[in-house]
């Protein structure tokens, strides 16, 4: 149980072009999901967390108009990088969290999405 | 809110328990101590999440003293497959504020 996925696993795109990357939760419902980014070698650094019907909040530093977040349902965050230039590469990682007892009640990580802006 | 403190790096040699401690010395009350493992280019995954004293699962113990200011994860019998970055995590229960560590490198060898 408590599997978070993320599509795509890696993506490739012009500088100036918009990405777009799915986080789900699979069995479980997830009031809560966090944005990572993580460099080389480095930890991961949050972004923004972003609750189920209700705006996301973002870490200091981190542009909303840039990193457009969306959690629409209990089961789907989207990250969507707009107008993407070579510095915005890096890995981005999803997690999951439920709230309450049982499965979710920790965060649970996706996979991750590798993207390379050209 | 908990900063972490964690060792850079570890090594160990296979079939050996490592313990790999973090300090949390502003850990509040409300805050739980969780442990992920993460391989290159994949997400973190979870191992073990406890509050105080010890918690153990299939794959490791937690040990946390009664001051709550640090706390230990204990791997027993590593393999090569156990090298990793080991991340502690301090917040509370529902990740309000959390503290994600600078991760410990374990390198495990033959």
């Known amino acids: 149980g408590a599997v978070v996925s993320q599509h795509p696993s890696w993506v490739i795109c012009k500088s100036g072009t918009s990405v777009k990357i799915e986080c789900r939760s699979l069995?479980?419902?997830?009031?809560?999901m966090f944005w990572y980014r993580q460099f080389p070698k480095q930890s991961l650094m949050l972004m923004a967390t972003?609750?189920?019907?209700?705006?996301?909040?973002?870490e200091q530093g981190v542009e909303k108009d840039k990193f457009l977040i969306n959690h629409a349902s209990l089961t789907l965050s989207t990250l969507t990088v707009t107008s993407a230039h070579p510095e915005d590469s890096s890995f981005y990682i999803c997690s999951a969290h439920g709230g309450g007892g049982g499965a979710g009640e920790t965060q649970y990580f996706g996979p991750g999405t590798r993207l390379l802006v050209l | 809110l908990a900063k972490t403190t964690q060792p850079i790096s570890m090594d160990s040699y296979e079939g050996q328990e490592v313990n790999i401690t973090c300090s949390h010395n502003?850990?509040?009350?409300?805050?739980?101590i969780t442990w992920y493992q993460q391989f290159p280019s994949q997400g973190p995954r979870f191992i073990i999440q406890g509050y105080k004293t010890k918690v153990t699962n299939e794959v490791a113990s937690l040990f946390i003293p009664a001051d709550r200011k640090s706390s230990t994860l204990s791997l027993p019998r590593v393999s090569l497959s156990d090298t990793a970055v080991y991340y502690c995590l301090v917040g509370d229960y529902n990740f309000n504020k959390f503290y994600f560590g600078s991760g410990t490198k374990l390198n495990v060898k033959p």
């Open positions: 502003n850990i509040a009350t409300n805050d739980y």
């Open positions: 972003s609750n189920e019907g209700s705006k996301a909040t973002y």
């Open positions: 069995d479980f419902q997830a009031t809560t």
